[in-house]
Structure formats: structure tokens, C-alpha cells
């Protein structure tokens, strides 16, 4: 286990700078198509350089932004001496920095971490797993987060979570130069407007790969180093009780769903497919065959 956290953490530190990497070269690659349609190489400088800026900033804000989009607020103990205590346990047990500690008015259980790397993490819990969990399970699906914290799996989410929220906007702006540009429609090369129609509709596509690249099998390292910190049957039924208890988060956001415990979305088809988490069932049925 100690080996496979520590291989989890490099590659997490390094899956960080390669995502940034990739995100400021499709974006100017999106700027280098706008460049030739419009004969205006401007466009590419200017779209490099605001890329690289933006993912930047989102190194140092992603975490807010996250908080802000799931609707948290942030706690003291005096507040719910149960949780906070569960987490500034777990914390020392762990050897970690105390993360700050956060609440989302939600009924439907779930729990996400944030931040850049430990001395920097936030940690949240929807009002729903609060009541549903008992102590031991509560207690395991911290384990989780924390888990998430120390193996810098909250600094790979946090940049996926900053740069898949862009994606959608840019494609969304770049689609309507095209569609309501002054420019006359013979300056257009037909190609050329067929490759940047592709490219801006696949943009939130390959923003979704991304995701789901970064995201499934830290779940299970995550599970397991919960049930290591906890107990392997306290996260077990923590699991179960998601599943059995699992409904939409009211406030959703796309973007920031590979931060939560357990799916946040509403479950569909499409959902499944794109699921940025396993199934719960084979998180359970994993832990129950490493007991054995």
C-alpha cells in the first residue's frame, strides 16, 4: 500500500503539469484555427497567452471556485462538533495539516476534498451524509477524502476542475463567432469552418476524457486508503449506504463531479457512460475480495 500511494502521488504531480500542458495546447490550437480563418495571427498569440494565464490563476483558485460552485460554507467546531472532530482526528491519524472544514445544505449524501496540496485542502460534506451516516461511517468517508489529500488527488482535480469549466465556454463563444461573424461568407474556407465546427464541438468531449482518465482508479487507491486509516467494513457500509441512499445534488455542476465521493448527477444513460466514478457496487466488491 505504502508503495502504491507513493507511485499515486508522483504520478499525480505529474498528471497535473500534463493536463495544464494539454489544456494551453488544444486552446491554442482552437486560437490557431480562429488565426487562419480570420488571416489574424494576433488571435493565436493572444489565445496562448490568456491559456496560460488562466491555467495559472487556476492552479491558485480552483478550490474557491469550487467551494463557491457547490454552494459550501465552512465550519468551526462549535458548529457540529461531530464532523469537525471526525476530520481533525482523521487529520493527525493521517499526519496531515487540518484541512478546512466545510458543510453543504444538500439532503442528498455526498462529501468532496479540494485544494492544491495538503497544507492548502478543504474538505465538505452535504447535510444528507451527515444524518444518514453513523460515527464509524462517517468516519470512513472522511478517511476517503483525507485519502484524496494526501495523495495529491484533490491537486489533479482541482486543475481538471478549473480547466473543464473554460472548455464548455470557449467552444460555446467560438461557435457563435462562426455562426454570427460579420466577416463575408466568401472569405470563409469551407474547410476551414468544418474543422473549427469539429474541433469546438468535440472541445468539451475531450474535456470529459480528460477527466475520466484522471479520475476512476483513484477512486479504488482512495477506498483502500480509507479502509487502511478506518476500517474495511466501515467503508464498506459507508458505500452501501451511499448506494442505497444515493439522489442529485440540488446545486449540480458538471465540472466539479469528479470531486465528489459518489456521483452527484442525476443517473442516465449518458451519465453512466461518462461516470467520471466506478460503480459503487464495484468499489464494494473490490474491498470485500481484499479481505478475503
Not at 41 to 56: D, F, K, Q, R
Not at 81 to 106: G, H, N, S
Not at 158 to 169: E, N
Not at 272 to 290: G, Q, S, V, W, Y
Amino acid at each position: 500500500m505504502a508503495v502504491s500511494m507513493r507511485k499515486q502521488i508522483a504520478q499525480n504531480k505529474r498528471n497535473t503539469i500534463f493536463i495544464i500542458i494539454v489544456f494551453v495546447a488544444f486552446i491554442s490550437l482552437i486560437g490557431g484555427i480562429f488565426a487562419w480563418l480570420y488571416d489574424n495571427p494576433s488571435v493565436l498569440i493572444t489565445t496562448a497567452i490568456i491559456s496560460a494565464a488562466y491555467a495559472l490563476i487556476q492552479y491558485f483558485l480552483a478550490d474557491k471556485l469550487a467551494i463557491l460552485g457547490t454552494g459550501a460554507r465552512q465550519i468551526e467546531k462549535v458548529e457540529n462538533p461531530r464532523y469537525y472532530k471526525i476530520v481533525q482526528q482523521l487529520a493527525e491519524d493521517a499526519k496531515l495539516p487540518m484541512p478546512k472544514v466545510y458543510i453543504i445544505d444538500d439532503p442528498a449524501p455526498n462529501a468532496f476534498a479540494t485544494g492544491r496540496d495538503p497544507q492548502h485542502a478543504c474538505v465538505a460534506a452535504t447535510t444528507g451524509l451527515l444524518e444518514i451516516m453513523d460515527d464509524k461511517e462517517l468516519r470512513a468517508v472522511m478517511g476517503h477524502e483525507l485519502s484524496h489529500v494526501k495523495n495529491y488527488d484533490i491537486r489533479v482535480n482541482m486543475i481538471v476542475f478549473g480547466l473543464a469549466s473554460i472548455v464548455g465556454l470557449i467552444s460555446d463563444m467560438g461557435l457563435r463567432m462562426l455562426f454570427w461573424s460579420d466577416r463575408d461568407e466568401e472569405d470563409n474556407s469551407p474547410v476551414g469552418v468544418l474543422f473549427a465546427l469539429i474541433t469546438l464541438i468535440l472541445a468539451p468531449f475531450v474535456a470529459t476524457m480528460i477527466q475520466l482518465a484522471v479520475s476512476r482508479q483513484r477512486e479504488y487507491l482512495a477506498d483502500a486508503s480509507s479502509a487502511a486509516l478506518t476500517d474495511t467494513d466501515d467503508m464498506i457500509d459507508a458505500l452501501r449506504k451511499l448506494d442505497t441512499h444515493h439522489r442529485p445534488m440540488r446545486q449540480q455542476n458538471v465540472a466539479a463531479e469528479a470531486l465528489f465521493i459518489a456521483g452527484p448527477l442525476k443517473k442516465s444513460i449518458i451519465s453512466k457512460i461518462f461516470a467520471t466514478h466506478p460503480p459503487l457496487e464495484a468499489r464494494i466488491e473490490r474491498l470485500e475480495n481484499a479481505k478475503k
